[in-house]
């Protein structure tokens, strides 16, 4: 199982530390343990403002009670898949008649360990260091799915991601509870197939909800 190492707390807040989220208990804080997350998205609500998250939609692999984390997937860096591979020093030399690499976009998963890759891929594959989420999507931090893609045997189904966003222990409710994002159970079209630009768009519909009327003072689901 992924698991981020325990150094600062982060928090999804405008100005806080940006670093490896904390996953121990925070002091008068006290998550619901009913409340699971995972394999959802969180759809920021337009009264966030933060620079790194408003506008985006999260896709969450993993939350319980020590705390949360996800991927930000519609928020592309200026690097390509194809670039990205050749900065890591991995040559592509596609085997005969395997999955040529293509230049889609590398994501912007979040402010915890931008320098580290995050790959949300289908289907599942013996990689080193793989979190299954569900049945269609897992996450990868290992540099061996990487390198199946460098010679197109890894997943053709895959987002890569720069990054990856975290909360502490009880934070993401918190915010929630404030109405800092809508929640809705996650689509894998949406993450795999879907063009970055319009994947906020197909999320809020998933609620049934236009974009262009959400007003920042809503609910969440």
């Given amino acids: 199982m992924v698991k981020p190492s ?20 925070s002091p008068g804080k006290s998550p619901s343990p009913q409340l699971n997350l995972a394999d959802h998205f969180l759809i920021a609500m337009p009264s966030m403002l933060d620079p790194i998250f408003g506008g985006t939609v999260v896709y969450l692999c993993e939350h319980n009670d020590e705390g949360a984390l996800g991927v930000i997937i519609n928020k592309a860096t200026d690097m390509t898949l194809d670039l990205l591979l050749d900065r890591i020093d ?25 320098e580290r890759g995050f790959v949300l891929h289908s289907p599942h ?42 909360w502490s222990a009880g934070q993401l409710e918190e915010e929630i509870v404030r109405n800092g994002w809508l929640t809705v159970r996650a689509d894998p079209a949406i993450i795999f197939d879907l ?8 999320a809020m519909k998933l609620l049934g ?13």
Avoid at 209 to 221: N, V
């Fill in 195 to 202: 063009p970055v630009e319009e994947r906020f768009a197909a």
């Fill in 125 to 166: 594959g013996p990689y080193t260091s793989m979190m299954k989420v569900n049945e269609d999507v897992a996450l990868t931090t290992s540099k061996d799915v990487l390198e199946a893609v460098a010679v197109g045997t890894g997943p053709q189904r895959l987002l890569v991601s720069l990054g990856c966003s975290g």
């Fill in 6 to 25: 325990k150094t600062r707390t982060f928090s999804s807040r405008p100005g806080a530390t940006q670093d490896t989220p904390d996953f121990s208990a």
């Fill in 90 to 114: 991995l040559s592509v030399e596609i085997e005969a008649g395997r999955v040529p690499v293509d230049k889609k976009p590398v994501m912007f998963g979040g402010p915890v360990q931008v």
């Fill in 209 to 221: 909800i236009d974009p262009m009327t959400l007003a920042g003072e809503a609910g969440h689901a």
